[in-house]
């Protein structure tokens, strides 16, 4: 459905002024909880540019309805948890307290931080990139940027999914970038956003990268937190890649283990485009990450890596759309699950592949290994194909620790738990190996033995 459709459904100029005072009612009264959350974070914008693209937001939130397990798209994931909270906008914080939660050597010139969603230009440091290139936040943008930016915020697919739109209506700030015509960064630039420890408070983090031609970069996303309180952070990142550009992004989630997280990563890609998602997912008692990306030329590249670590009672969900659209299109996608205790992983990735995308390449495959008995996943990779020259497959397999291998590590001199670590952290290793940040890396592998 377009913009031009939500419009539509609110708009004074298509019904009478007494009829849109009764759809205002109805669409109010569609989702008490929904529209509660609405409330709380559409409180206006300092941004002059963004408050129509906010208003068209809000007027479409108020429309829907939260997904429940009888939508398909959300069949494993119970929000029933998250509806029993309710959440209030987070307030301001001494920055002393999270300048020990950031950074890592690589990105130590290269970085913008945002707590609670809000830029903090006291923790960030963005010096010596090449000139054209823009590293901001929507609240600083300078002027002559405005027309670029406002043309692509808010308009890549999927832009009317509710949590999308909730976080359209009511983002305050979020990171820009954008990368001019055959400008290459080569230092990663990193993206932290920091939830406090205020209780209950919902966090709207908000990411655009626009790259032009040619351009080239390495992007890496931080979610994180300082405290344990239960708080619900609602993302969103568009990407948009211009004509042989290239992305390669790492998206590292590890939220407070009380937290609710959902996030969107919508991708644009144009012809020759290469994009690459590192996307690893450890906190949240539950979270839920939603790649869509749309091929909109031919002989793009795109290269999926993700690994999701779930333990006591965590739920994880990885949705994935890869909307192949043109020929000679590439697309490689790995989802690892490792899943302990009574922990639930969903995945569910689809690839689209119309007639008009002839000789595609696609496959995809799901791997989970499960540490308990009472550990849970559901998987559902699917291959929607109608083209008649393609080469596509996909797949997913479940299972356990080996037997076998843990005694053959023992009889080489490791201990029944040493062996088990390390046959976890060589599962893990395939994706975390991947993200360009060795410092990152190297801590998240920490992390990965520590099951």
Known sequence: MTTSTVNSLVSPSAIANSEVASLTKTLLDRDVYLGQLLTTVHTGSNIDWLGEIQTQAANWVRHSTLPTTRD??????????????????????????????????????????????????????????????????????????????????????????????????????????????????????????????????????????????????????????????????????????????????????????????????????????????NAINIGGQLSRHHLEILQTGEQTETYLNGLSIAKDKQVNDTHSAIALNYPYGVSKQIQKNIIADRAHAIFNGKILVPRPAQLTDASQLNRNLLLSTKARVDTKPQLEITADNVKCAHGATVSQLEDDEIFYLQSRGINQDGSRRLLINAFAAEVIQQIPVKSLSEKLLIQAKQL
């Not at 351009?215 to 619900?232: C, K």
């Not at 568009?238 to 590292?252: F, G, V």
């Not at 590890?254 to 959902?262: G, K, L, Q």
């Open 72 to 277: 398909e798209e959300w069949r494993f994931t119970d929000l029933s948890g998250l509806q029993q909270v309710k959440f209030t906008a987070a307030e301001d914080v001494k920055l002393n307290q999270v300048e020990a939660q950031i950074g890592t050597p690589e990105t130590a010139n290269s970085r913008l931080v945002f707590v609670n969603g809000r830029f903090a230009p006291q923790l960030s440091c963005v010096q010596n990139l090449p000139p054209g290139v823009l590293v901001t936040s929507l609240t600083n943008l300078p002027s002559e940027y405005t027309g670029k930016i406002s043309a692509c915020f808010a308009q890549a697919e999927g832009a009317l999914e509710v949590f999308t739109a909730l976080n359209t209506a009511g983002v305050k700030d979020g990171a820009v970038i954008y990368i001019p015509k055959n400008v290459i960064v080569d230092t990663p630039i990193h993206l932290v956003y920091i939830a406090t420890g205020q209780p209950r408070t919902i966090n709207l983090p908000r990411t655009l990268i626009i790259a032009e031609t040619g351009a080239e970069m390495t992007l890496v996303e931080e979610f994180i937190p300082i405290d344990t309180d239960t708080y619900f952070t609602n993302s969103v990142s568009e990407i948009w890649l211009a004509d042989n550009a290239s992305i390669n992004h790492t998206r590292i989630q590890t939220e407070a283990a009380t937290a609710f997280h959902i996030g969107k990563t919508a991708v644009t890609q144009s012809r020759y485009s290469r994009y690459t998602c």
